[in-house]
């Protein structure tokens, strides 16, 4: 079946500028992840979404970044104002959440270059 | 709220040769515990994961342990061989939401010929 999908794969933009990545998550899996991966670092957990709850927002690193979910499905990651440090690759991920602990299915990631 | 660290971070094996990546959490209240792989360039794919009411589980050349009353778990890799040269990352997991699902920093496993 279809996995999660992330656009674009690549993203190259100038310093100043605001960016949209999009992830359309498995169909049926209630929850949604937004991760940050530096180059050769770890993954840095940027917001979640869980069905109608309210999302948790915690690991967003300023006000410049924001994210939302239109109808429990699609989400969307915009970071105003690019800065240089910005530059990482961004993972969407989705599990099911019908049980505890199900495991998270990764997308390709978005590689954005801010110059 | 849970913290995991992960060694080592980059790891150098023998073809055929065994290894070994280590984890410790700190919340005792974690019950699950993942492993994703990373090939280069590509997404993590869970690999295996277990859960606290067992201490060990095997999937062909790969097992993870479970150590409760330590907080430590780990990842073995029998017969190594050149595909399992990716970084790998552990996770721990209270089932809370997103906060209760904590990666470690990740191992660069390189496999030499």
């Known amino acids: 079946g279809a996995g999660v999908s992330q656009s674009p794969s690549n993203k190259v933009t100038e310093k100043g500028k605001d960016v949209e990545l999009r992830c359309d998550p498995i169909s049926g899996h209630t929850a949604l992840y937004w991760y940050r991966q530096s180059l050769g670092q770890g993954l840095e957990f940027l917001i979640y979404?869980?069905?109608?709850?309210?999302?948790?927002k915690s690991g967003l690193p300023s006000d410049r970044f924001s994210a939302e979910r239109t109808g429990g499905s699609v989400s969307t990651l915009t970071i105003q104002r690019t800065q240089q440090e910005d530059s990482a690759v961004y993972l969407c991920?989705?599990?099911?959440?019908?049980?505890?602990?199900?495991?998270?299915?990764f997308g390709n990631g978005t590689r954005l270059t801010v110059t | 709220g849970e913290n995991v660290e992960q060694h080592p971070s980059t790891l150098s094996v023998q073809e055929g040769d065994s290894a070994v990546i280590k984890c410790t959490y700190s919340d005792s209240a974690s019950n699950y515990f993942p492993w994703y792989k990373q090939e280069l360039g590509k997404r993590p794919q869970l690999i295996i994961d277990?859960?606290?009411?067992?201490g060990e589980k095997k999937d062909q050349r790969i097992a993870v342990t479970l150590n409760k009353t330590a907080k430590h778990f780990s990842l073995h890799i029998t017969e190594t061989q050149p595909e399992d040269s990716a970084v790998y990352f552990c996770?721990?997991?209270?089932?809370?939401?997103?906060?209760?699902?904590?990666f470690g920093k990740g191992t660069h496993l390189i496999i030499q010929p």
């Open positions: 979404f869980q069905g109608n709850s309210a999302p948790d």
């Open positions: 996770a721990a997991s209270s089932g809370g939401g997103a906060d209760g699902l904590t």
């Open positions: 991920a989705s599990s099911l959440r019908g049980q505890d602990n199900s495991p998270l299915h």
């Open positions: 277990i859960r606290s009411n067992v």
